[in-house]
């Protein structure tokens, strides 16, 4: 009789359970009587007239159009029909057609500017370059070989050294100077992986270089980037502190 009786308790305690949801204007679904005024036969019809390609997307960014043709949203939310974009590139025979060779030379070839930029780092701070063929710039000729590439400014113009063995073999013209993005030094040079022991020892160094009299400057960070062009040239962008540095070569002399 106990277990009959406690049973019927737990049947009356449980029922709130097992009971419908009160509508409180929300659904975790769909909300009943939705489909209702939706007739089945139109939905099939209009999956059959419907399968061309949508001139939209979800997000409202641009499309293309049942004729191929691009196109964007205006303000008032109509399209406009545009051709198909096609990236934007720069006039590289314009660019290297009117820069000018470098005017000037450095005494006994030797960058006097070089030993402030090395002073305080026990390698060397500019990019390095490996040419495993010729380049040219106008009437110079850049053999195979290694070169550490230096940006410097001289008449409020840049250029790039080219230099071999401590000595500048060529001064190369920049075409366009811009600020190094933000975070591209961490995204591009990849950090040394380091065992615990050598964690720990580094973190004891650094701790110990808080210290103003045994704490060095951190180097200059720098970077190389070759692209190959059209028309048989080349870009080389060097990547030195906060500025990037862009020149252009041919691999086929004009």
Same mark, same amino acid.
């Not at 009117?98 to 701070?125: C, G, R």
């Given at each position: 009789?106990?277990?009959?009786?406690?049973?019927?308790?737990?049947?009356?305690? /449980?029922?709130?359970?097992f009971?419908?949801?009160? =509508?409180q204007g929300?659904y975790?679904?769909?909300p009943?009587?939705?489909?209702?005024? %939706? #007739?089945?036969?139109s939905?099939?019809?209009n999956?059959?007239? =419907?399968?061309?390609?949508?001139?939209?997307?979800?997000n409202?960014a +641009?499309?293309f159009?049942? =004729?191929?043709?691009?196109?964007?949203? @205006?303000? #008032?939310?109509?399209?406009?029909?545009?051709?198909?974009?096609? $990236?934007?590139?720069?006039n590289?025979?314009e660019?290297?057609?009117?820069?000018?060779p470098?005017?000037?030379?450095?005494?006994?070839n *030797?960058?006097? #500017?070089?030993?402030?930029?090395?002073?305080d780092?026990?390698?060397?701070?500019?990019p390095l370059?490996?040419?495993?063929?010729?380049?040219?710039f106008?009437?110079?000729? !850049?053999?195979?070989?290694y070169?550490?590439?230096?940006?410097?400014?001289?008449?409020? $113009?840049?250029?790039?050294?080219?230099?071999?063995?401590?000595q500048?073999?060529?001064?190369? +013209?920049?075409?366009?100077?811009?600020? /190094?993005?933000?975070?591209?030094?961490?995204? &591009? %040079? +990849?950090? +040394?992986?380091l065992?615990? /022991?050598?964690? *720990?020892h580094?973190?004891?160094l650094? %701790?110990?270089?808080?210290?103003?009299? @045994?704490?060095? $400057?951190?180097? *200059? $960070?720098?970077?190389?980037?070759?692209?190959d062009?059209?028309?048989?040239?080349i @870009?080389? *962008?060097?990547?030195y502190g906060g &500025?990037?540095y862009? /020149?252009?070569f041919?691999? !086929?002399?004009?």
């Amino acid at each position: 009789m106990k277990k009959y009786l406690l049973v019927f308790a737990l049947l009356i305690f /449980t029922q709130p359970l097992f009971a419908a949801p009160n =509508n409180q204007g929300g659904y975790a679904g769909t909300p009943p009587g939705f489909y209702d005024d %939706i #007739d089945p036969n139109s939905i099939e019809d209009n999956e059959e007239e =419907n399968t061309e390609q949508p001139n939209y997307t979800n997000n409202g960014a +641009p499309a293309f159009n049942n =004729n191929g043709e691009f196109q964007t949203y @205006s303000d #008032d939310g109509s399209f406009n029909n545009f051709p198909e974009p096609v $990236k934007a590139t720069k006039n590289y025979s314009e660019i290297y057609k009117n820069l000018e060779p470098a005017d000037f030379s450095y005494l006994h070839n *030797i960058d006097p #500017d070089q030993y402030y930029d090395m002073k305080d780092t026990a390698w060397s701070v500019y990019p390095l370059l490996r040419l495993n063929s010729a380049i040219y710039f106008k009437n110079q000729t !850049i053999e195979p070989g290694y070169y550490l590439l230096t940006p410097r400014e001289h008449n409020s $113009k840049w250029y790039i050294l080219f230099k071999q063995n401590g000595q500048v073999r060529h001064i190369i +013209p920049v075409y366009d100077r811009d600020y /190094t993005p933000e975070f591209f030094y961490d995204q &591009h %040079i +990849p950090k +040394p992986k380091l065992k615990p /022991t050598q964690k *720990i020892h580094m973190k004891t160094l650094d %701790i110990i270089g808080k210290v103003k009299s @045994s704490k060095r $400057k951190e180097p *200059i $960070k720098s970077y190389l980037e070759v692209n190959d062009l059209e028309n048989y040239f080349i @870009s080389i *962008i060097i990547y030195y502190g906060g &500025h990037k540095y862009s /020149t252009i070569f041919r691999t !086929i002399r004009l």
